[in-house]
């Protein structure tokens, strides 16, 4: 089973680092942003990548961790005439994406799709009893609904959180807990 992941930021890059430290084989990560000192507090980055490409920096590190995990990478940006070709190959899609018009556009592009999604909303601030799953369709969402990183900062412990619970939500429907 491939899974595709759009964005490999906070949610994205902490997605994969525990799909892959769980077993999952085969990934196509798709961003076409650079790592920057900012994200170090809640990305799967380190210093000396700064200023690399997220793609080619997380490739590596998942590789760190397990060398023969088939990784997939596109450093482009997605937009609704790529988005549908790009995880044509993936049984499930991870939504890791930064602003909410590209979530928006990931989610109704792909919304009558086979693939299940798994996005996420509300990861700012600190407070983790308001993290929640919503269904919607092929897609479940997993946040608080509410805290927005332009009104609360974002701290890694919430950030991973809500990364356990998608991660959870994808090995559940990918049978991975029944092997």
């Given at each position: 089973?491939?899974?595709?992941?759009?964005?490999?930021?906070?949610?994205?890059?902490?997605?994969?680092?525990?799909?892959?430290?769980?077993?999952?084989?085969?990934?196509?990560?798709?961003?076409?942003?650079?790592v920057e000192?900012?994200?170090l507090?809640?990305?799967?980055?380190?210093?000396?990548?700064?200023?690399?490409?997220?793609?080619?920096?997380?490739?590596?590190?998942?590789?760190?961790?397990?060398?023969?995990?088939e990784?997939?990478?596109?450093?482009?940006?997605l937009?609704?005439?790529?988005?549908?070709?790009?995880?044509a190959?993936?049984q499930?899609?991870v939504?890791?994406?930064?602003?909410?018009?590209?979530?928006?556009?990931?989610?109704?592009?792909?919304?009558?799709?086979?693939q299940?999604?798994?996005?996420?909303c509300?990861?700012?601030?600190?407070?983790l009893?308001?993290?929640?799953?919503?269904?919607l369709?092929?897609?479940?969402?997993v946040?608080?609904?509410?805290?927005?990183?332009?009104?609360?900062?974002?701290?890694?412990?919430?950030?991973?959180a809500?990364?356990?619970?998608?991660?959870?939500i994808?090995?559940?429907?990918?049978?991975?807990?029944?092997?």
């Amino acid at each position: 089973m491939k899974i595709g992941i759009a964005g490999v930021g906070g949610i994205g890059s902490n997605v994969a680092l525990n799909l892959v430290r769980s077993g999952v084989s085969c990934l196509k990560i798709v961003d076409f942003d650079r790592v920057e000192l900012t994200n170090l507090n809640r990305q799967f980055y380190f210093h000396d990548q700064i200023g690399r490409l997220k793609v080619e920096m997380l490739a590596e590190n998942l590789r760190r961790i397990r060398a023969d995990v088939e990784i997939e990478t596109m450093a482009i940006r997605l937009d609704a005439t790529n988005c549908q070709a790009i995880f044509a190959d993936c049984q499930l899609i991870v939504e890791g994406l930064d602003r909410q018009t590209d979530k928006k556009m990931l989610l109704e592009t792909l919304a009558g799709e086979k693939q299940l999604i798994v996005s996420a909303c509300g990861i700012a601030g600190h407070d983790l009893a308001g993290i929640r799953v919503q269904r919607l369709g092929n897609c479940s969402i997993v946040g608080d609904f509410v805290t927005d990183c332009a009104h609360a900062p974002l701290f890694s412990h919430k950030v991973l959180a809500v990364a356990g619970r998608m991660t959870d939500i994808i090995l559940r429907q990918g049978g991975y807990y029944d092997r």
